[in-house]
Structures are given as C-alpha cells and as structure tokens.
C-alpha cells in the first residue's frame, strides 16, 4: 500500500499536467505523511540532492557542449567528415558525413537535442539539394544524435551517477560509452549504405587537397576538446568536474578567437539559457532524492527484487523485461526524469541478478534514447522534425529501419556486457 499511495501520486501528477520536479517532490511529500515521517526529513534529502561535488560536473558540460554546438563547430565538423567520406567516394556518402559528424560533435556536446538542432540545420538542406529524400534526412539525424547519450562527455552519465548516489564513477560511465556509442554510429552507417544502394544516392565528392588541409586544421581546434576531455581524464591530469571547467574555457577561447562566428551580444542568451538547462536539471535531481528516500524507507527495490523473481530467475529473461519496461517508460516520460526515478528502483534488481552496474548504465540510457526518437514526449524527435521540417507523421513512417538499427545494437549492449565493460577494465576505471 505504501508503494501503490507513492507511485499513484506521482502518476496524479502527471496526469494533471504539474511539472515532473513538483510531481516527484509532491509524491515525496505524501509517501512521507502516509508513512509517517516528519516532513523535514523530506526537507533535508531534497537539499542533500543537490549538495554533492559531483554536481558541478552538469553546468560545466552543459555550457562547454551550448557554447561548441552554436559556436560554428557543427558546421567544420560537417566539413571535416565531408572529406574523410570523401576520400572513398562511396555511393551515399552524404549520409555517413551525418552519421561521422554528429559522433565528432557527440563527443564534445554531450547533448543529443544539441546534436540534433546543430548538425540538423547544415545537414538536412545540404542533404535534400543533393538529391535525398528529406524525411529520410531528419530520421538519420534524429537517431544518430543518440550516440551523444552514449560517449563521454553525456550529461545523461552523469545524472545516472548521481541517480546512483554517487558509487558508480563518472570516469567508468564515460569509459563505458564509448563503444556502445561507436557500435550504434557504425550499424546506421551500414544501413545508410544498404539504402543507398537501394535508393541510387549519389555518390561522396572528393575534396580538393588544398580545400581538405584548411578544413581539417578549422576542425582541429574543436576535436582538441576531445583531447582535453578524455585524456585529461584518463591520464589522470584532472578529475571529470575540472575537466568540464577547462573544456568551457577552451570552448570559449575557440569559439570568440579562433572560430570568431559567435557575436559577444549573443553571449548572454546562451548563459541565460544553459542557467534554465542547469536550473531545471538540478531541481529534477533534488526532487528525485527525496522520492529515493521514501522508495527506500518503504523497501521498494527489494520487493520489486522480488517481484521480478517470481517471475523468473534467469538473468536473461530479466534483462528483456527490464528493456521492454524502460522503452515503455522512455516514450512516456523524458530522459532526466525516467534515469532518476528508474534508477534507485532496478538498479539493486540488476545487482541481484549480477548485472554490473556500469553495464547496466548504458543499457538504460540507450533504452531511454530510443524513447527519446519516439513520440508522446520524444524530445530528439521533436526537434528533428522542427529543424528538417517535416512532420512528426512523415517522420514515424519512414523510421522503422531506423529503429530497427537501434533495437540490434540494445540487444548487443545488454547481452554483450564486454561491449560496455571491456575499455573501463582495461583502462582500471571500473569501480
């Protein structure tokens, strides 16, 4: 009963359209009065929400990866794939420049919508004018973009992180990512190959030798964020939070004096709107806290732990449950969200079940990032289609094979642990 009074409130909530922070801190309130607790405790665990070091991880990405996208990376780095595909003058070669782009960017972004809007404005018209279908187009953006969910430096690792109280390392997360987020750009590409010999796209144009040196070295600059991010990282230089500081210095540095396409009057609607993304995201996670206090007073992970084994005690079998559950919740609900509330209650099912943790990090955010190409609340979606404008109904014909790309590199993450494990073991990250 406790359980049922907490989640029906929270589903209240939502029904009546309040924000998903008030609903969660609503729902948070009520569990506690049910089970009698005194409401400070619920006082104390939203401010203890937000207390934590690692916080300082999010506003940094968050503005190092706003200040990249707008700054005119978007558009070299489409240049710079341009003439790597080039080189091959394969048939569809446009639409690997896409696929190679938005990894370039997702590496330095963190943000899928981010990725979206950017590399969907140059892409998209740049697409159509030679030749392929529009809707097509959008829908490669769109579900390329989740790869930014998958690669260091995703703001969405970090709230898993946090949603986990802080026992999985940030480093490990990033670490993890990676090939999960090379392996879903790799598998579109082979599709965008199949279709572009089915289709006759054009071929990829060779680039002038001249032309190919000038734009590599404009890339450079920004793909040095890379650099900075990773390897600070790995090579034990700087911790995550300090890389994030020294990537937005760096991005502000390329951005307004090397790059020089961003206007110093702009400036202040960018912070304006990367507080906003701050604000938003950190009121979700002190909210969240204190809904994981009372799921735990009520003993929530352990009697859905029980609940999952009554129905089976294969780990396999489990796995496919949990999938399907979080690509329902994903369509339903948005990606912060659904990582905060998700977490706390499946992360100690998995741990029964002897799924690592930081496997199982990339098998929700890549449930999650499916949820996000698909309506009610797809918000990569949604932005896709604002940006190739088209509708949300040309779109969702034509995406099947789209997400039939991604539900294959799923299934290899959640079944392949290896995929997600092998780099943080090697680099001695994991744990």
Known sequence: MDILILLATML??????????????????????????????????????????????????????????????????VAFADVLVG???????????????????????????ADTSAIGSVMIPQMEKNGYPRVFATNLTITSSVQALLVPPS????LYSLATGGTISISALFMAGVFPGLLLGFSLIILCLAVAYREKHPHGQTVPTKDAIRIAIDAAWGLI?????????????FTAIEAGAIACIWAFFVTMFIYRDYRWRDL????????????????????????????????????????FLSISDNKYVILLLINVLLLMLGTLVDMAPSILIATPILLPVMKNFGVDPVH?????????????????????LFVGCAVGKVTIEQVMRKIWPFYTVMFFVLMCVTYLPEISLWLPRQLQVLH
Request: a positive charge; glycine letters at 12%.
């Open 360 to 380: 199982f990090g990339m098998i929700m955010l890549l449930n999650l990032g499916i949820g996000l190409c698909h309506p009610p609340v797809g918000a990569i």
């Open 225 to 237: 964020t890379l650099v900075i991010i990773l390897g600070g990282i790995l090579g034990g230089i």
């Open 268 to 307: 202040p609607v960018l912070l304006h709107r990367t507080l906003r993304t701050v604000a938003m995201v950190m009121t979700l996670i002190a909210c969240a806290s204190s809904v994981g206090y009372i799921m735990a007073l009520t003993q929530m992970p352990a009697k859905m732990t029980a609940f």
């Open 87 to 113: 080189l091959t003058r394969l048939r569809g070669g446009l639409s690997i420049v896409n696929v190679l782009a938005t990894t370039f960017l997702s590496g330095i972004s963190g943000s899928a919508v």
């Open 12 to 77: 209240l909530c939502f029904l009546i359209g309040m924000p998903i922070a008030y609903s969660l801190a609503m729902a948070a309130i009520v569990g506690a009065l049910w089970i009698g607790i005194p409401l400070e405790a619920v006082m104390l665990k939203i401010s203890d929400g937000v207390s934590k070091v690692a916080m300082l991880t999010i506003p940094f990405f968050v503005l190092a990866g706003a200040i990249m996208a707008e700054g005119g990376m978007a558009r070299r780095l």
């Open 155 to 158: 703001h969405n690792a970090v």
